[in-house]
């Protein structure tokens, strides 16, 4: 088998957005090497500005992204982020109403007339995600949680998070997972 790629197939390439987090808790941000401006409005970039960051640098997670994070202390962190896939299913030729939109079904009333619904939540496929070896007991309840968001803890180091209520209801979630990026400080709260 030749090391050599292929002449035919272009190099891989990806994005390095590069955060530096300054003294005064902002981040300047840019994509190789290309300053990627705040928005106006607060005019600056913070830690809970992460998500924001990686969805402008990756064009809403189109493509994977190489993060690199230089603390004002001196320490770094690199990691990769994903792409997201989104799977559009291909229409059924032979079906005649497979290029209407796919977010909508329709329904028949009790008069046999159709009338648009939209569609049912939950219809994705399942992704799995495994951790091996990775020093869980035998059997012990693992509790598994989907970051949202981010926020910045205060300068006394207390947090404060505000969550959407239709998505903790529509996932039926009854508790919460703060976790210290830095400190990796770990604390479990209940929903009221």
Same mark, same amino acid.
Do not use: Y
């Given at each position: 088998m030749s090391k050599n790629p292929s002449p035919s197939l272009p190099p891989v390439s990806m994005p390095t957005v590069m955060l530096n987090v300054n003294d005064d808790g902002t981040?300047?941000?840019t994509v190789d090497e290309t300053p990627l401006p705040p928005p106006p +409005? &607060?005019?600056?970039?913070?830690?809970g500005a992460f998500p924001q960051i990686i969805d402008l640098a990756s064009n809403d997670r189109a493509f994977p992204v190489r993060v690199e994070?230089?603390?004002n202390d001196g320490t770094a962190f690199?990691?990769?982020?994903p792409a997201i896939i989104r799977r559009t299913p291909a229409?059924?030729?032979? +079906? &005649?109403?497979?290029e209407a939109d796919p977010a909508v079904e329709t329904t028949?009333?009790?008069d046999g007339q159709e009338v648009a619904a939209?569609?049912?939540?939950?219809?994705?496929e399942t992704v799995e995600v495994t951790a091996t070896r990775m020093g869980f007991a035998p059997g012990e309840a693992l509790a598994?949680?989907?970051v949202t968001g981010q926020v910045e803890a205060t300068e006394t180091g207390d947090a404060r998070v505000q969550l959407d209520r239709d998505l903790i209801e529509g996932l039926g979630i009854s508790e919460v997972i703060l976790l210290g990026r830095t400190s990796k400080a770990l604390v479990v709260r209940e929903i009221s």
């Amino acid at each position: 088998m030749s090391k050599n790629p292929s002449p035919s197939l272009p190099p891989v390439s990806m994005p390095t957005v590069m955060l530096n987090v300054n003294d005064d808790g902002t981040i300047t941000v840019t994509v190789d090497e290309t300053p990627l401006p705040p928005p106006p +409005d &607060p005019g600056v970039w913070r830690r809970g500005a992460f998500p924001q960051i990686i969805d402008l640098a990756s064009n809403d997670r189109a493509f994977p992204v190489r993060v690199e994070v230089h603390e004002n202390d001196g320490t770094a962190f690199t990691d990769i982020v994903p792409a997201i896939i989104r799977r559009t299913p291909a229409p059924d030729p032979l +079906d &005649p109403d497979a290029e209407a939109d796919p977010a909508v079904e329709t329904t028949r009333e009790d008069d046999g007339q159709e009338v648009a619904a939209p569609a049912h939540v939950g219809q994705a496929e399942t992704v799995e995600v495994t951790a091996t070896r990775m020093g869980f007991a035998p059997g012990e309840a693992l509790a598994v949680a989907v970051v949202t968001g981010q926020v910045e803890a205060t300068e006394t180091g207390d947090a404060r998070v505000q969550l959407d209520r239709d998505l903790i209801e529509g996932l039926g979630i009854s508790e919460v997972i703060l976790l210290g990026r830095t400190s990796k400080a770990l604390v479990v709260r209940e929903i009221s």
